[in-house]
């Protein structure tokens, strides 16, 4: 196989602008990783114009995919966990070309990861399991079991990306094979819902009870990045925080996150005046500083 794609990764090694070429193989018949095909390149560049430029081949029955990603799109697809088969890629995969060891420099923040990084991806994990658990409890509460089982299942995934990096350690695909090790507690959860022989309302009258307290006794570790964040002037208006470099990250979750923690009394609403008799702009503050 590599025999037969070193013309198209030789060529893209002569490039000055490419930094590393990685070679995924199919492992299985069916083969999500490399969707479906027998083998990935992946090329990473300096700069290009379109962040990811992806190319199909085709030789002797076999098929294989060119994916030529620039060095800022591999960096926000690690830190926002957007595509996390791409840190498989680049742990598992089979080094073609290394220039001036990016590759080995990247593999080691990866296996350091970053305090700083960890803590930001905490706090996504966090706010997608609060989306996730809230919009689950309210299927349940209005008796749609299939529609609260969808999102109860999402939210056990997101607190169990959550353990895997508190622990340290990127969440891989195969992320229920490193919490059974780390986490026994949440792994235990996750079978009962999914293995357990009651009805599907116990499973999920029970799964909801056991996360609300997990949920609620994450919430300093969850919600530590956005409190440090809030922490950094005494009063934000909403708008000010979707601007903050980090808290933009949270898009969607944002809103939702921050509505919990003022239920939990980690942030308290300001009031703030308008123009508008009896109106009030919303600021949102830290009750301590974090």
Known sequence: MENLLRPIYQERASHPDTLAIVMIEKRNQTSPLTDNLDVALLVIVKEAKQPVYIKHYEF?????????????????????????????????????FDRNEYLGKL????????????????????????????????????????????HIVHALHHLARLEVIDHGFYPEVTVWNQVRQMEPQVYKLYKELVESEESLEKRLELLFLASDFLIHSKSEIGAGHLLSILSEKEV???????????????????????????????????QIETKGQRIFHRGYSVTKKY
């Open 60 to 96: 002797d029955n076999q098929k294989a995919s060119l994916n030529i990603v620039t060095d800022e799109q591999i960096q926000q697809w690690i830190l926002l966990g957007t595509n996390r088969r791409i840190v498989e890629w680049i742990l598992n995969g089979k080094v073609l």
């Open 236 to 270: 934000w208006h909403y708008a000010e925080l979707l601007e903050h470099p980090e808290a933009k990250y949270y898009s969607v979750d944002l809103s939702v996150l921050l509505e919990f923690l003022v239920d939990k009394n980690f942030v308290e609403v300001v």
């Open 107 to 150: 593999l080691d923040r990866l296996k350091m990861f970053p305090f700083s990084e960890r803590r930001l991806k905490i706090g996504l994990e966090y706010g997608k399991l609060i989306r996730r658990y809230l919009e689950g409890k309210v299927f349940f509460e209005s008796k749609q079991f299939l529609d609260a089982y969808n």
